[in-house]
């Protein structure tokens, strides 16, 4: 069983950075493909940015590229969502995911392929 915690959540303004954390659980968080979804009021859940297990693939939507980065701390059992330049458009209930099959070395926007995920944090960009 892995559990995931984010945290880093919170009101900001259009412009400002924020800093997501997903504390995993059991292996290390190389062991994982890692991804965060958001999903905002009356929409449906969107990929945001995903890493495979190598470190070294990842992905990001359109709509974030250039602003957020996804990174891994394996010390610390840690993945981060970087987010710079935040935009109204950006608040949502952001969560993180797990997928524990060895194949996804690479990134996967998918969610059916991500086996666990966490409770979610809330980000809000007022303009």
């Known amino acids: 069983q892995v559990q995931l915690l984010e945290s880093g959540g919170g009101l900001v303004q259009a412009g400002d950075s924020l800093r997501l954390s997903c504390a995993a659980s059991?292996?290390?968080?190389?062991?994982?493909?890692m991804v965060w979804f958001r999903q905002a009021p009356g929409k449906e859940r969107e990929c945001v940015a995903a890493i495979g297990c190598s470190g070294t693939s990842t992905y990001y939507a359109e709509a974030v590229k250039g602003r957020f980065t996804i990174s891994g701390d394996n010390a610390k059992n840690t993945v981060y969502l970087q987010m710079n330049s935040l935009k109204p458009e950006d608040t949502a209930v952001y969560y993180c995911?797990?997928?524990?099959?060895?194949?996804?070395?690479?990134?996967?926007?998918?969610?059916?392929?991500?086996?666990?995920w966490g409770q979610g944090t809330q980000v809000t960009v007022s303009s």
């Open positions: 995911a797990a997928s524990v099959n060895p194949i996804f070395t690479f990134a996967t926007k998918f969610a059916s392929e991500y086996d666990y």
């Open positions: 059991g292996r290390a968080a190389n062991s994982y493909a």
